[in-house]
């Protein structure tokens, strides 16, 4: 079973906006990272959080981790049509090995 | 682009078949980990390499197996093909056993008839 559990499972909204997604785990981690994929290609690491921290910006991404109750979320503001992709979050709990939920799939309408 | 790269783009087998999928990782990188991705699903950690050793093995029966070679790229060999290993397969490389960040190549899928 996946480690990590994204909701919602598909996001629509306008461009403009901003997109939050989340992410539950179930055990321990030593970092949890957030990735992006296009069209089934390969994914790209966006950003990570390690255990010992609460919250995190990358350009327009913040991401904020809550290990108390095993969760994280992923916000990007004024989204834009490229945006659209699926994003994963993934915890690593043993060195290297990442466990990826099943994705959020998001939709930036021109 | 990461600079991991992955051969073949795609690959159509049939049941029972063999296949080869091969991966390039970055330069500077000696740790390379496969992954299964199934459509509509998140990718599932099949094992990883470590300066030519397995260092790790997700829940994936014996006939997925894989080699690293001294120049650090991989191989992912899947034995007697199912439908089920119908999926995109990715590999990604880091550099050394507990690196946080992995880079992704884009895939190779796999098609099973």
């Known amino acids: 079973s996946q480690q990590g559990e994204e909701d919602p499972q598909a996001l629509s909204i306008q461009e403009g906006e901003n997109a939050t997604m989340n992410c539950s785990y179930k055990?321990?981690?030593?970092?949890l990272q957030w990735y992006r994929q296009n069209s089934g290609r390969g994914l790209v690491h966006l950003i990570l959080i390690r255990s010992n921290e609460r919250e995190k910006h990358s350009g327009r991404l913040r991401v904020t981790l809550d290990t108390s109750k095993k969760s994280s979320s992923l916000l990007i503001t004024a989204s834009r049509a490229a945006d659209t992709a699926s994003y994963f979050c993934a915890t690593v709990a043993n060195a290297g090995k990442s466990t990826f939920g099943d994705g959020t799939t998001l939709t930036v309408k021109p | 682009e990461t600079g991991v790269t992955q051969s073949p783009t795609h690959l159509i087998k049939t049941r029972g078949q063999q296949v080869t999928l091969r991966c390039s990782s970055q330069?500077?990188?000696?740790?390379v980990s496969w992954y299964q991705q199934a459509l509509g699903q998140g990718p599932q950690f099949i094992f990883q390499?470590?300066?030519?050793?397995?260092?790790g093995r997700g829940n994936f029966p014996p006939r997925f197996s894989g080699l690293q070679f001294p120049n650090y790229s991989s191989e992912l060999n899947v034995n007697a093909l199912e439908l089920d290993d119908s999926a995109l397969y990715l590999c990604?490389?880091?550099f050394g056993r507990g690196a946080e960040t992995q880079y992704f190549g884009p895939g190779t899928r796999l098609l099973v008839l």
């Open positions: 330069s500077g990188h000696n740790t």
């Open positions: 055990t321990s981690i030593n970092n």
């Open positions: 390499y470590y300066r030519e050793e397995e260092n």
């Open positions: 990604a490389s880091s």
